[in-house]
């Protein structure tokens, strides 16, 4: 009795490391060691259920067994995790992610093996009968959520990761609608039916959930996928959570729907950074219907291009350059080049800041993420409002692959379909100049009217190569 | 109605904890300044790693000879360290990055 209280105890702390750190986290200062924490508190919570843990009289069996699971869980996971590039992070975490989705899926099919083993005894009966509702839905909203989660994960995982393309087609939302109206309606099914049918409603309702989760994320486009990955993660808090109820165990409860309630509300302030309904990622209606618009007065306008050695020369005369990181950025992974080339133009007496948009790059805060892993310090990292105050102040604004987040049709067309988004108001600096690879519209599909202004130049290239030959020139003059 | 009502009533603390749990979630969160939201996702990520415990009872209580169970018990085992430890681990090596510049 006396390891009960014990354990009780120590799902208590670890509830409470897990608020903590999530606390921890939300300040510069502290954030790693919350993290720290939270880690801590998750270790208390896994030791004290092997040995302490006890149901009916019966300690954890097969420890042998759990051990090696955890061993090899432990060194592989950290070897990922170690290995890992920084511009790769966000497909990181949504592979882990869809292991902790995969997780609570494989406890929910065990723990239906169980009941259905339970009511093969008793043939002739429905399922119903021998199994108590509350624990039924647990057990199978813990198959749902989980095993969306991990299918749209590993999608996820894979698109990110450039090895699955959007694929999107006609049908797909009714396809998806009738998915989930399938999904629930195989739950209800497996619970009403015979014993002799439940198996086979359950693993219907296993095998649809998994074609939702690839369907779902299938045709969402790459910038809209920390959206989605955030969604889904709040999604496997939940399936963490049924497990909760299942074992009444708190501890699952409090992690779980912390994670999900946290991870629901951190989705809608990306959402909201971009302007955009959560419906309209998932709908992801977006891309078919945007070619209108300003894009059709587009058609005759003109822009300039520069040469890398004026480009070069205009920095160099500058008092001050401010560079707009965006996606374009982070898939050429040119962070290192792009503080070689800041450090090139402080030497020259140049000074340089750069603007974050809370959604450049793939994630956001990933920006900051990937400038802080090469070197930038971070007093240089001006958010939306400050550096907005400071464009006027610029002599040339140098974009490095970031195209909606600078569209000043955000703010002039009310027909646009980005219309009301916060944007950087580079318009406002002396000089700009845009590196991109090509006059390609960003995701949402727009045309850039910054791109025709009279003060914008278009240096067209890879970022990672284009900065790499800016700073041979800088060098040089 | 009467079922639901008594089913409340008999799992009211659970409930508890879901509707506390779901405001101090979103009170957590609400201060967190944009440059720190992919560390934060990360660390979420790694705390609903808690679901691991739900495999290690499931794997504790399967029965010897059932070799279904042991064996998707230690799949469900695995997987949870691998985000438990993957998503602690990754967390950290971000916020390194943050500490280093002597914030």
């Known amino acids: ?477 | 109605m009467n079922e639901l009502l008594s089913w409340i009533t008999a799992h009211q603390q659970i409930i508890y904890i879901v509707v506390l749990m779901i405001f101090v979630g979103i009170e957590v969160i609400g201060r967190v300044p944009s440059v720190l939201h992919t560390p934060l996702m990360s660390g979420a990520n790694a705390i609903h790693g808690v679901v691991i415990i739900g495999a290690i009872i499931v794997m504790g209580k399967a029965e010897h000879d059932n070799y279904a169970a042991l064996i998707l018990g230690f799949l469900a085992v695995v997987l949870g360290t691998l985000n438990v430890v993957g998503g602690f681990v990754v967390t950290d090596r971000m916020l390194e990055m943050f500490k280093k510049k002597g914030r």
């Open chain 1, 1 to 477: 009795m006396m390891q009960q209280h014990l354990l009780t105890l120590l799902y208590l702390i670890a509830s409470v490391t897990f608020i903590i750190g999530l606390k921890m986290l939300s300040h510069p200062a502290s954030a790693r060691k919350g993290n720290q924490v939270a880690a801590l508190g998750m270790t208390l919570a896994i030791f004290g259920t092997i040995f302490l843990y006890e149901d009916a009289g019966m300690g954890i069996q097969n420890k042998g067994f759990i051990f090696v699971a955890l061993a090899v869980g432990t060194v592989v996971g950290w070897m990922i995790a170690k290995k890992v590039k920084m511009t790769a992070m966000p497909e990181m975490v949504s592979l882990f992610n869809g292991m902790g989705g995969a997780c609570a899926m494989l406890i929910a099919l065990i723990e239906f093996n169980h009941l259905n083993h339970v009511a093969q005894q008793n043939p002739g009966t429905t399922f119903s009968e021998s199994v108590p509702g509350g624990f039924y839905l647990a057990i199978v909203a813990g198959l749902i959520i989980g095993s969306v989660s991990f299918a749209g994960s590993i999608i996820a995982y894979l698109k990110l990761s450039g090895k699955q393309k959007d694929i999107s087609f006609k049908g797909q939302h009714i396809l998806n609608i009738a998915f989930l109206v399938l999904v629930v309606a195989g739950a209800v099914w497996c619970y009403n039916a015979g014993v002799q049918q439940a198996a086979m409603y359950f693993y219907g309702t296993l095998v649809i959930s998994l074609l939702y989760g690839v369907f779902f994320v299938l045709p969402i486009g790459g910038a809209d996928m920390p959206v989605v990955i955030s969604l889904l993660n709040s999604f496997t808090g939940v399936a963490a959570a049924t497990g909760g109820f299942m074992y009444d165990n708190k501890v699952m409860l409090t992690g779980g729907i912390l994670v999900g309630a946290a991870g629901t509300l951190l989705t809608m302030l990306m959402c909201k950074a971009m302007n955009r309904s959560l419906l309209n990622v998932v709908i992801g209606s977006f891309g078919g219907n945007t070619t209108n618009g300003s894009a059709a007065s587009g058609g005759a306008q003109h822009y300039k291009e520069i040469s890398l050695s004026d480009t070069a020369m205009v920095m160099n005369y500058a008092n001050k350059v401010m560079i707009v990181p965006g996606y374009g950025l982070a898939v050429a992974q040119a962070q290192h080049t792009c503080h070689e080339l800041e450090n090139l133009l402080i030497a020259k007496g140049v000074e340089v800041k750069y603007a974050i948009h809370p959604v450049a790059g793939r994630m956001p805060g990933h920006m900051n993420v990937l400038l802080a892993e090469a070197d930038v310090p971070y007093d240089k990292l001006l958010e939306m409002e400050q550096a907005n105050d400071e464009f006027k102040t610029c002599d040339v604004v140098l974009i490095l692959g970031a195209n909606d987040v600078v569209n000043p049709a955000a703010k002039t067309d009310p027909a646009s379909p980005i219309y009301g988004m916060p944007i950087l108001e580079v318009e406002l600096a002396k000089t700009v100049i845009v590196n991109k690879r090509s006059m390609k519209p960003g995701y949402a599909g727009i045309e850039n009217e910054l791109f025709f202004q009279p003060k914008t130049s278009m240096l067209f290239g890879d970022a990672k190569k284009v900065l790499q030959e800016l700073c041979n020139e800088v060098k040089q003059s």
